[in-house]
């Protein structure tokens, strides 16, 4: 049944000021029938216990960046309320101690409010004010809720709890190695008119493309991604999400084709390829030696070239048993080829390092590659290296034959 939405709003804004009793409360949407739209994608509201003492926490989400502010109690906490009010929210979902209020407002511009009761137990309030910094990209930033991995009310699915931690994961590796190359003059800083030029090889549903577009701009970096991938289904989806998220093209674009010849000119600065599959993360470094880029992010999928070349050549003395049982050769080829991609960019003049992507508990494919280019030229002690591992083991690493080294 709708009541009249002044009249609802106050009694929301009763529950809202509530400091014992208020667990969570999200706005989302906007009302129809012309009334003007928020400034915000949705807005949140929680209280906080800081060292000063409680505090309403408001977080505000525009496309790309989240914003909060802590409101102390009385005047300062009813304006920040008073505020998010009057913005023309077109839904309220408020939780309760023990009850859910979800307000929506119809088309006549009345509110229509449901409450349901919950259990006490469920729902203990989290009050530390630090959850969410923890986190580079908090559960209800919108690019979470608009690529499906978290829901509209900005918790991570359950099913999609692994992809938020290879998100996290990721984008922690990607914030201290541009962090890094940023401090020691290897990649530019980027400008608006100049932004940085981020490329994603292989980039599927572009779960990190967008992640990685969000995380640097809200670190202040002006950015500009372009995914690539040959399926079209995935640039289908990667503009939709764009679109969703009020993205252009010159923040996100996508180009259909292969890592190995697909245009993206200006060259990209930094090259991303996360779990291509078998020889494509060669392509994408191919490329990114090509383009000269500074920063390179590689996590490889599987590596079947390497095995198959394992499986056909005789084992050299006294390795037979790393080679016998095939789950054994399969993790050395893994090594192998990745060792090789490190010494190969090194010869290219790139520092690089192997390191965990994330924790082997979750996923076998958890090694990646991260690379910064330095210039220096190649030294004869990595030749001489790389020389003996492909002569001892006969074979010729896919990257070797792009850069044809
Ligand atoms: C396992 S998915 C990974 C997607 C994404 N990078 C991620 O980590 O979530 C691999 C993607 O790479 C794409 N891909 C594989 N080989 C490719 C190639 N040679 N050129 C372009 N795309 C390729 C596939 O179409 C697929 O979407």
Not at 277 to 302: E, I, K, M, N, S
Request: proline share 5%; charged share 30%.
């Amino acid at each position: 049944m709708s009541e009249p939405l002044l009249r609802a709003l106050t009694r929301l804004r009763g529950v809202l000021l509530d400091e014992e009793q208020l667990v969570r409360a999200v706005a989302s949407g906007h009302r129809r029938g012309g009334a003007p739209k928020p400034p915000w994608r949705r807005a949140e509201l929680r209280y906080v216990d800081l060292k000063a003492g409680r505090r309403l926490q408001s977080v505000t989400f525009d496309a790309t960046q989240s914003f909060t502010a802590n409101h102390a109690p009385g005047d300062a906490a009813r304006d920040a309320v008073d505020d998010l009010l009057d913005l023309g929210f077109g839904q309220w979902e408020v939780e309760t101690l023990d009850e859910v209020h979800r307000l929506r407002v119809n088309k006549s511009g009345e509110a229509v409010v449901t409450t349901t009761r919950r259990e006490a137990a469920e729902t203990a309030p989290d009050r530390s004010h630090d959850r969410a910094k923890d986190r580079l990209l908090p559960e209800d930033h919108p690019v979470l809720v608009a690529l499906g991995i978290s829901d509209a009310q900005g918790r991570v699915r359950s099913a999609r709890q692994a992809k938020y931690r290879q998100v996290e994961e990721f984008l922690r590796l990607l914030d201290g190695t541009v962090t890094a190359a940023l401090e020691s003059g290897k990649l530019r800083r980027p400008t608006v008119e100049d932004p940085l030029r981020v490329v994603d090889l292989g980039c599927g549903n572009a779960y990190l493309s967008f992640a990685a577009h969000a995380h640097l701009s809200a670190r202040g970096l002006p950015v500009r991604l372009t995914g690539v991938d040959t399926k079209a289904q995935s640039l289908r989806h990667g503009r939709e999400v764009a679109t969703e998220l009020g993205l252009g093209a010159d923040d996100v674009d996508f180009v259909q084709g292969g890592i190995d010849d697909a245009e993206v000119a200006p060259a990209p600065e930094v090259v991303l390829a996360l779990h291509a599959c078998d020889t494509a993360t060669d392509d994408a470094l191919a490329r990114a030696v090509g383009w000269q880029a500074p920063v390179v992010l590689a996590a490889p999928c599987c590596h079947h070239d390497v095995a198959a070349q394992l499986r056909r050549a005789p084992t050299p003395a006294p390795y037979d048993a790393l080679t016998r049982d095939g789950i054994l050769r399969e993790r050395l080829a893994d090594t192998l080829t990745d060792a090789m991609r490190a010494s190969l960019l090194r010869l290219e003049g790139y520092r690089v390092d192997v390191v965990e992507f994330v924790g082997s508990q979750h996923t076998p494919r958890n090694t990646l590659l991260r690379a910064v280019r330095t210039g220096r030229p190649p030294r004869e002690a990595d030749r001489d290296e790389l020389d003996m591992l492909t002569e001892t083991w006969r074979i010729r690493p896919r990257l070797g034959e792009l850069l044809e080294r």
